[in-house]
């Protein structure tokens, strides 16, 4: 049950695997535990992804759904990285529970004509669009990919977020370290970190 006391609840949603979600969570919660807010991330996938990804100290707790009802007294920020393909009723309960919903989607045609299914499932279980995003992730920083999708999804009536996660091997090198990407060895990480900032400042968990 959510208290009273938790300022944030971010749910990352996705319909489609593959997208950056878990990697979206995972770094949503290491900005605002680092900002200095206690937070938690609920690995809600049935494959716990997130919970095999992090093998090293993080600034935020961990707890997964195997483990039960997660407790949320005492949390500034709870991200939850969900299970795809919910039932209704389950997308009806984290819309409602969620302050802010997050869609992560690549730039490409399937995952933003694909989109359309996940904002028609939102709908259909009742869920506040006011609340939701989309993330454009893996974005090649070349090309025109990323401004197309975002003039597609914009004019669906979606509000895309305006930073875009860049594509970088990092994040492969750090699910396979079993790390934060800013602590993969080069620069690409910390750049992909530091997209990962803006977007926590334009969700609003970090000032």
């Known amino acids: 049950m959510l208290h009273r006391d938790v300022n944030h609840v971010i749910a990352v949603m996705s319909k489609k695997g593959g997208v950056g979600k878990t990697t979206s969570a995972l770094h949503l919660a290491a900005h605002a535990g680092m900002a200095g807010h206690r937070t938690l991330l609920i690995d809600g996938d049935g494959q716990q992804f997130a919970r095999g990804w992090i093998r090293s100290e993080v600034p935020f707790d961990l707890l997964d759904v195997e483990e039960g009802i997660p407790v949320m007294d005492g949390y500034d920020v709870v991200v939850i990285d969900a299970q795809g393909g919910l039932p209704e009723d389950d997308v009806r309960a984290l819309g409602e529970l969620a302050t802010a919903v997050v869609l992560p989607c690549v730039p490409e045609w399937q ?21 939701v995003s989309v993330l454009l992730t893996m974005d090649l920083r070349q090309g025109r990919a990323t401004a197309d999708a975002r003039a597609e999804l914009e004019a669906a009536g979606l509000r895309v977020l305006g930073t875009a996660i860049r594509n ?25 970190f530091e997209d990962y900032r803006q977007v926590s400042r334009e969700l609003g968990l970090i000032g």
């Open 111 to 131: 995952s933003v004509r694909g989109m359309a299914a996940t904002v028609e499932m939102l709908e259909e279980a009742g869920v506040d669009l006011g609340k």
């Open 168 to 192: 970088a091997a990092a994040v492969r090198h750090a699910s396979t370290a079993g790390t934060l990407v800013q602590r993969v060895p080069g620069v690409a990480g910390k750049m992909v």
